[in-house]
Every structure is written in structure tokens, then in C-alpha cells.
């Protein structure tokens, strides 16, 4: 989603911002611009449509004079097309104050806003919410603030909705101040220069060394330092973090895309959770938990969003299996607005790779205001997310940039499997059936990598899907969830509609769709017990004509007749415990997503329409 980077008191400003926004390509945006605060104090604007390069290009055609102060942004469109005119930064004056601003989230009130300020005099030449802010703070240093954060934080009362901007005013050399609300922002702090940053990733290289904002609270930088009001207005002290990004910064490492880096990164991932989170002995999980009193959680609410979603829907699975506590999951834009009821003895757990995403950060802070205990599974351990709860356990699957989560799929169904464990054994559940569902774990590397070598069987099928438009998967139990990831998958990076559904609900409605044009991918392991039940389902769809692809293992291809094993198209896994059926499951549809997008030629790393971090609600 949107970017920002912002620097003072380096001469290289342009290039740090360019350098910044480069940074957070990945987070997905459609057009970019630049302001910088010129030696003379007047502001200068640089905006361009499309890829950072295009930014790039009028920089070049339209340089820049040199300066030491610079914002940058990414804009991923919400309010107005991605066109240079709405792009950022946006700027605003009223009497004597100009200002440059760039803001990540939604100023909800923006319609209000305009309205009020159009009266004061105020020219929109936008259509984003976002040209309110400079407008809203110039007229409060028009009015009574002595100071830009005074005034930032008198426009804030204003605002509704959630942000992080960063403000720049002209004749204010090496000055900026920015500000959040439930989206992120934090301050790099260096040797003479300081930074503002949605994300620390832009930084790498300037900077080690990073204070987390609090919401609400304003940091102004300058050559001298930071200084930091509450959402009072009091100064305050925030911790400065020490954070290494120097393996962030790693590239594609030899790969075509990230994403395959990352679908190879899985099987390391995995062993990485178990090393860290098992104890070897005896091979019990030891998460870090000690914020919870497990023996006493009565029932959960896990709540996530996309592929994290799906994560949590096997998550469910396992603790209930092992654990016999009832679990409810819900997409977390949906939990807050229905006001749900709370428990006491109930858990709330927030599974999020980056952290941020704007539903599921809201829906835990509703469950925080509640007397919720919050527990927080994601990738990064400085999010907001991470900081509001009362235990974390982090997923350390290192940076993903692919916007299509792969490896933090991977990591959070290990991770919650783990959880399962170690909440069954709080609960006094049968040791041996832990103990089985442990050791099937430790043999999970070795599947997901050979799993990951066999492409062959992918590629053919790849050749069939370049022309379809539309796809069906199925799978039941703990394979229904990797049937939901599968077809999200092939969705978001190969552009196929598709649809998944639990098997047995397929007659319920879906069956209309199945014709000989239809690809159906059925998921079916021969360990757990549901074989036969899948097979009826194929049936159905083999009676209908319909394309079947089966992803199953070698015992499940021995139990079907040869007629109907003729016309299917196999992809083999290897027969595994159904405790890690699901995460070897995963493997083919990620590739088969990937190889499909890589024929048709799409944007593999960055799909179009899709971010990275969604953190407007
Ligand atoms: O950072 P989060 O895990 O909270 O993100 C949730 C979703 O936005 C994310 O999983 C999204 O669905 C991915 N594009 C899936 O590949």
C-alpha cells in the first residue's frame, strides 16, 4: 500500500527519497512523487503515474535544484484515480503558510473538510481526501499555532479516520513533522541527518536505529535530533529500537521473482519455527507464551485477514483436534462491526504477516478494550500489532516482498500448529497424540523441499490453464482451507477467477458451474480419514464432464478406479501424516499459481490492484 519516506539534513535528499521509495515498491502503488525544500526555501513537486521509474524520468527531464530536505510517496488509489494530480505530495497554503504533505490512510471527514475549507479559500486540484491536511494545518498556524507540530496536532483533532503523513513547510529548511493513527510510522535516527519512514525497510543502509510512533503522537526531526508530543501535546519519550536490515536488502538471490524465492525459503522457515519454538529433548513446543495463562482459555476468536485468514482456519482445526476448545475465525473487517460478545476466559488471536493491516489492527483493539488477552502471530515484531499485544510469537520468516503471501502462509500454519500443541498440553490433552503430531512436524522440511522440486507435472498443467477463464477447488477438512489459499493464489497473480469450497458443499450450488470447460482442483490425502468422501465428489464432477486435477498421494491414486484415473490430471504428494497434510498441500497450488502467471506474463511480485500491507480499512 502507500509509502513514505522523509529525510533532513542530507544533501543527497532526492536520492535518499528516490532510493526510500524504491524500497517499498513492493508494497504495491500506482504513482509516485517527490518534494523537496530547495536551497532558496520554496518547495519543489515532482509527481509521475505508474512505476517509481516514470518518477524517476521527470526527475531527470525536470531536475530538482539541490536540497537537503525531501518527502517522498507511493500512492496506492483510494480517494481519485491513480493520476499525477491526485499522486503525492499534496500542497496546500493559507495567508503566509505553504505546506507539502504525504499521507498513508483515509481522512474519512475529507468531504466535510473540503467544504469548510473551500469557504476559507481553500483550491482543490485534486480528488483525494488526502489535500485536506495541508490546508486543515496551514490554517492552524494561520490562526493561533506558534509551531508545525502545534498545528499538526490541532489539524488531527479534525481528522477522522486512520493516517500517518508527514509535513514539510516552505521556508522551514531541514524541518519535518509527522504524525499517525493506526496506520505506521516510524523515525530512522542518524548521525546528523534524521528520517520519517512508513516503514523502516526504506531506510536500510541510513540507519539502524528506529523510534516506533505511538498513535497520535508527533515527531518533528531536524539536523539536531528528534522530539516527540503525545496525543496531549506533552513531550515524550519513545524507546529507540536497534533493528539489522542489512538480509532485508537481499535481493532475488538468483530466482526469477521473490515469490520464488520466497516458496523455496519455506522449507527453512519451517526449521527455523522448530528450532526455536520446540524444545529438543523432547520435542514439546515452548512458544513464547508466558504472557497467557493457557490452562485457563475456555474459547478462542482467531481473526485475520486474506491468506492469513486461511492460516487461521487450519489453526482452528488443530486446536480443536488437540486442544477441544472451541475456536471461532472470522475476517477480521467483518468481527468489530458486528459488535460481538465478549467472554471472560476467551482469547483473542490476531494472525498477521505484516503486522499492520488496518481490519485486523481495528478488530484488535476492539478486543483489547473488551479485557480480551490478546496473542499476536505475524512476521514483523515492531508492528503495531505486535506492540498491543499481551504475548507474540513471531513468525521469522524473514522479509516477504511478493505481494502473494507464501512463506508466512507456511509459517503461520506451523506456527499455529505449534500453538495447538502447546495449549492441548496446558489442557492436560493425551500426550502421545501430541507427541505423534510433534514428530510429524520435524519431517516437514524435507517434504516441502522435495515437494517444491517437482514442477514437471505443474508445467504441463500450466499449458492447459493459459486460456481459462474460470477454476474450481475443493478439499475437505484440513485441506479445505488450502483449497481457499489455492484458488486466492491463482487469482491474485494469474488473473483466473476462481472459486474454492469445502468438497460436500459443492452440490449445494457450485456443481451448476461444472461443465468440460471447467478445471476443478480437488486436494485429498489418504490420511485423514475423508478419501473416500472426496472421491464421491469427484465423481460428481467426472459425471459433469468436468476437468479434474487431483493432488493427492500414492496410496489415494492406488483406491481409484483406472477409468476415472485416466482422465484426471495427477499431481502427487508424497503420503504424509494428516497433521502436515495441509502445508505439504500448499506447495503444488503456489507453484501452480506461479508458473501460470510466469506463462501468461503478469506482474508476478506485483500484481496489479493489489498491495502489499493494507492498512486503509
Ligand atoms: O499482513 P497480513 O497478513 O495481515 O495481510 C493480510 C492479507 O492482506 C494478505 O494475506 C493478502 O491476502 C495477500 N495478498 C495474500 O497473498
Known sequence: MCGIVGVVSNPSAKDIVLTGLQRLEYRGYDSAGIATLNSSGSIELRRAVGKLQALVTETETNPLQSATTGIGHTRWATHGAPTTANAHPHIGHMGKHKLAVVHNGIIENYQELRAELGQLGATFHSQTDTETIPYVIATALERSAETLPQAVHAATQKFRGSFAFVVMQEDQPDVLTGTRRGAPLCVGVGEGANYLASDPLALAGLTSKFIFLEDDDIATITPKGVSILDGKGKPVDRPVKVLDLTTDLAGKNGFKHFMLKEIHEQPAVVSRLLQSYTNPVDLSPVLPLQGLNLAGITHINIIACGTAYYASLIGKHYIEQFARIPVNVEVASEFRYRNPPYQKGGLFIAVSQSGETADTLAALEHAKAAGQ??????????????????AVVDLMAGREIAVASTKAFMAMSVALGLFALQLAGAKGQAAAEILEASRALRTLPAFLS??????????????????????LYLGRGSLAPIAFEGALKIKEIAYIHAEAYASGEMKHGPIALVDKSLPVVNLATSTDGLFEKTVSNLKEVEARHGQIILVTDAEGIAKLDSASRDKMHLITVPTVPAFIAPMVFTVPLQLLAYLTATAKGTDVDQPRNLAKSVTVE
Open 373 to 390: 488477552n490478546i496473542l499476536v502471530f505475524t512476521n514483523v515484531t515492531t508492528s503495531s500489532m505486535a506492540r498491543a499485544a499481551d
Open 450 to 471: 522435495s515437494q517444491i522440486a517437482t514442477t514437471k507435472p505443474l508445467e504441463e498443467l500450466t499449458e492447459k490453464l493459459l486460456e481459462t477463464g474460470s477454476m
